[in-house]
């Protein structure tokens, strides 16, 4: 095995490389290239590439090391051998590899490279390090439901800690597409259907992935992706078309990425949708127009996996050169995994089809990012293998995962108060997931291991520390019943005090090309739910899902219902920290979850329609669907705590806000429970008349705050002019004067208190 043995003399040779490497001429030569004083030093090494090697600057390639875990997460591909891999990586034909296997492969093609290559351009290495390294956090969507962008910028922090120990310069994350439809699997890797809370949760995701400085050790660049409106796909089908208006685009789909940005992420992913008839990789006016003029982007920006070559298919490009060529100049700098550059790029500009201008002005870009990476000034700085070992799932990090887990769980409802579970009680955990050792962590996790992650059956049996009495029954496969399973459950169920039931979707029904036409709990276990419903015991139903579930029968019928995700390395301790009370929950739901399937795509912030119908009894002639209203089960921002909260006394400082003024609304939050909790405290706005239709309505700010029982806290947020603009007739941001209705509420449904003010015209 060529991995092994060299391996195995990285791993003596790790030290001694740095050493031989810093002492070189050639590393004083590409040291001149520093982040801030780069550009001549960059323009004189592009003036010694030749075409060939400006095209492989452009080509990153799927990790071929031990076969690489690159395919696993894409569609399967031959990505070689890893000599070969090293081999063109010498010869300058790729920029730099993804998804490969830490620290010691980093270490044997970087040391090949600047020992062996004509112009010693360290290579990059990228992954996908969406929720975690090896310490894994909830997925991103159960992270939004924490309303807490600090928090999600903290877990990105410790990714990129264990990551960049491990050799990983680069991240394809954050991924901050908007999600409408719960049927789209990849719901459960962005912030949800909100462009508030998906700006907040892009930009501090970035924040914490980049750290202080992206030349730190520590720090790996972030990738927004997918650009654009990905999370669009018609009907919620993976890799589909999208059709949105410009004004969509730019009043829902964009703004994630903008926050991106101006947090400093400076790169982004080409989507591989089309958008109104033009696939993103061949999109001009977004990949460059809009991109680079309009945004004044300085990254770079490369295509999803084999994005490029997929205009073929898609029939938007002949063959693979003319996808080269049409990729090339909509403004896609990089190309993943295709080849399409490395084999075509040289032949396009001999032949006059591409300007070489344009290709060393994307050279240009990759290079001063690896620059800033600071790779020119040490190409090892993220390769270390003790480091790797020494960082990865401290203590330190897996108490953050279990708090962000504890912080993303949702209680929908309590009725009676069921939770939280004595310890001293006895439960019967039933359900596919109770005690497995799959499906804990979830998709899109290149390098964790389910195995050491905590199910829920060891979450509870450490957590009941021997009081009470605990039976864990599966009842169900995931998709298949078991031979005797619900039987067996029934039985547990009837030896219990009450039944905690862990149900949902296992790994693979989200994440993607994981689109689901019924987004509801499958077969199988809905019929253990409703045998353990018959039995009479009360039932406090576990969700496990990466997308919002429409929810039936036994299970919607449940007393208790929590959302428990993909909850990562600490999933199992952070459910029992809630089920038995130690933790009060505090999370609400980023995504609506609807009453029934075929209302997807369903958000909160829709369009009221001529014909409303008022809430209550559904009436001819109205908006609604013959059995059901237009409305969500649990809304947007919905989430119960342990206590009880009461909202009232909406006050402003005036009923009016004067054009460049501001204006004070606020509200009283009590706490008339008997424990402690968590308000997420929300702000919405409907503009009633404007020359476009506006939603009926749109979360403005939001609060966390912490109310101990029977206390209360006045909150007040400050509304700006620009907290109310839109895009407008001429598909620009404006605001209009007028009427505004405005609640704080703790749902985007709920009444909670509500109030008027006027814009005035400046
Ligand atoms: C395809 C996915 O769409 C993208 O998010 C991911 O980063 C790449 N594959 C690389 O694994």
Request: with cysteine.
């Amino acid at each position: 095995m060529v991995e092994a043995r060299i391996s195995r003399r990285s791993l003596l040779m790790g030290g001694a490389a740095i050493t031989a490497w810093a002492a070189s001429p050639v590393s004083a030569m590409l040291r001149t290239i520093q982040p801030g004083r780069d550009a001549a030093a960059i323009d004189a090494l592009i003036g010694q590439m030749t075409l060939e090697e400006k095209a492989g600057q452009l080509s990153l390639m799927a990790s071929a090391w031990g076969g690489g875990v690159a395919t696993t997460l894409n569609p399967a591909g031959d990505n070689g051998s890893f000599a070969a891999q090293i081999a063109d990586a010498v010869a300058g034909k790729l920029t730099g590899v993804f998804n490969g296997n830490g620290a010691a492969m980093a270490l044997q093609m970087q040391r090949a490279v600047i020992s062996g290559s004509r112009l010693k351009i360290p290579v990059i290495f990228a992954a996908d390090i969406i929720h975690g390294h090896r310490t894994i956090f909830p997925v991103p969507v159960a992270e939004a439901a924490s309303f807490e962008p600090s928090l999600a910028e903290r877990t990105a922090r410790v990714a990129a800690f264990e990551a960049a120990g491990a050799g990983i310069d680069w991240t394809f994350a954050p991924m901050v597409d908007i999600a409408r439809d719960q049927r789209w699997g990849r719901t459960m890797e962005g912030a949800g259907e909100d462009v508030l809370l998906g700006r907040q949760f892009a930009a501090a995701r970035v924040r914490g992935f980049q750290g202080k400085s992206l030349s730190d050790a520590d720090a790996m660049l972030a990738c927004a992706k997918h650009f654009a409106a990905y999370g669009a796909a018609e009907a919620g089908l993976d890799y589909n078309s999208v059709d949105v208006s410009e004004r969509t685009l730019r009043d829902v789909y964009l703004p994630p990425f903008k926050a991106a940005f101006d947090a400093g992420a400076l790169s982004t992913m080409a989507s591989f949708n089309e958008i109104s008839g033009i696939p993103s990789n061949g999109n001009k006016w977004l990949m460059t127009d809009l991109l680079r003029g309009e945004w004044g982007f300085q990254g770079f920006v490369v295509s999803d996996y084999t994005g490029d070559e997929e205009m073929i298919l898609a029939g938007f490009a002949k063959d693979r050169r003319d996808a080269a060529r049409i990729a090339f100049l909509a403004g896609v700098d990089m190309s993943m995994k295709s080849g399409v550059y490395v084999e075509h790029l040289p032949g396009l500009v001999r032949d006059g089809l591409v300007p070489q201008a344009l290709v060393d002005a994307s050279v240009r870009r990759v290079l001063a990012i690896k620059a800033r990476l600071g790779l020119f000034d040490n190409p090892f700085r993220r390769i270390d293998l003790k480091r790797e070992k020494a960082r990865s799932r401290l203590k330190t990090s897996l108490d953050l995962a279990r708090e962000a887990a504890v912080k993303s769980i949702v209680l929908l409802k309590n009725d009676g108060n069921l939770l939280p579970l004595a310890p001293t009680a006895r439960i019967a955990l039933i359900g596919p997931f109770a005690n497995a050792k799959t499906d804990l962590n979830g998709p899109w996790v290149v390098y964790g291991d389910n195995a050491q992650a905590i199910n829920l059956a060891t979450g509870l049996t450490e957590g009941m520390a021997g009081r009470g009495s605990l039976a864990v029954v599966a009842g169900s496969g995931v998709d298949k019943p078991l031979a005797g399973g619900i039987e067996a459950a029934v039985a547990a169920a009837r030896n219990a005090d009450v039944v905690v039931l862990e149900i949902g979707e296992s790994e693979n029904m989200s994440g993607e090309a994981q689109s689901r036409d019924e987004i509801t709990v499958p077969a199988p276990q809905q019929a253990l739910a409703e045998a353990l419903a018959a039995t009479g015991k009360p039932l406090v139903i576990v969700l496990k899902n990466g997308r919002a579930l429409a929810l039936e029968g036994a299970v919607k019928a449940a007393p208790a219902i929590v959302v428990g995700w993909f909850l990562g390395s600490e999933g199992g301790r952070a459910l029992t920290d809630v089920l038995l009370g130690k933790a009060s929950p505090s999370g609400r739901l980023p995504m609506s979850f609807p009453i029934a399937s075929g209302q997807e795509p369903f958000h909160y912030d829709r369009k009221a329609t001529g014909r409303p119908n008022p809430s209550g009894d559904l009436l001819p002639y109205k908006t609604h669907y013959r059995g059901i209203p237009n409305e969500a089960l649990y809304p947007f921002g919905h989430g119960l705590t342990f206590g009880d909260i009461v909202y009232s006394n909406l006050a402003q400082n005036s009923p009016a806000m004067a054009w460049d003024g501001s204006l004070e609304i606020s509200a009283t939050i009590a706490n008339r429970g008997r424990r402690e909790a968590e308000e997420v405290v929300q702000l919405y706005v409907h503009d009633r008349v404007a020359t476009v239709t506006q939603p009926i309505r749109e979360l403005k700010a939001f609060r966390k705050i912490r109310l101990p029982a029977g206390a209360s806290e006045v909150v007040s947020f400050k509304l700006r002019r620009e907290d109310l603009l839109f895009i407008g007739t001429a598909l620009k941001l404006t605001v209009e004067p007028g009427t505004f209705d405005v609640w704080i509420a703790p749902s985007a449904q709920a009444d909670g208190v509500h109030g008027t003010f006027d814009l005035s015209a400046a």
